[in-house]
């Protein structure tokens, strides 16, 4: 699934119980100001997680700029969430950009 930037903990409990995953595509969210996926969220929850570039809604097919922009886009969405809020670094990123896809959590 793509996206997936308004699942609630429902809808990421089903997809940690039935192993799907979700392809993170930061770059074309915020070019279509569809959202942000709260990331964090979902890594903390188990979900299996890849890193897309998805080029038809973004600028870029660069999986680099992706990973800039996820974690621009996971500091963003932590503006408003409480101070111990962690968003995910340039590490968790590029793990996702590499494995993240072809493993479960």
Do not use: W
């Amino acid at each position: 699934m793509a996206h997936c930037v308004y699942m609630n903990d429902c809808e990421f409990d089903t997809f940690k119980e039935t192993e799907a995953g979700i392809s993170h595509c930061p770059t074309s969210n915020t070019m279509l100001q569809s959202g942000i996926m709260d990331l964090r969220k979902s890594l903390d929850k188990g979900v299996k997680i890849g890193l897309g570039t998805d080029i038809s809604g973004g600028y870029s097919a660069s999986v680099q700029a992706a990973i800039r922009d996820g974690v621009g886009a996971s500091k963003t969405l932590g503006m408003d969430k409480s101070k111990s809020y962690k968003p995910v670094d340039f590490k968790e990123l590029f793990r996702l950009a590499t494995l993240g896809g072809s493993k479960g959590s």
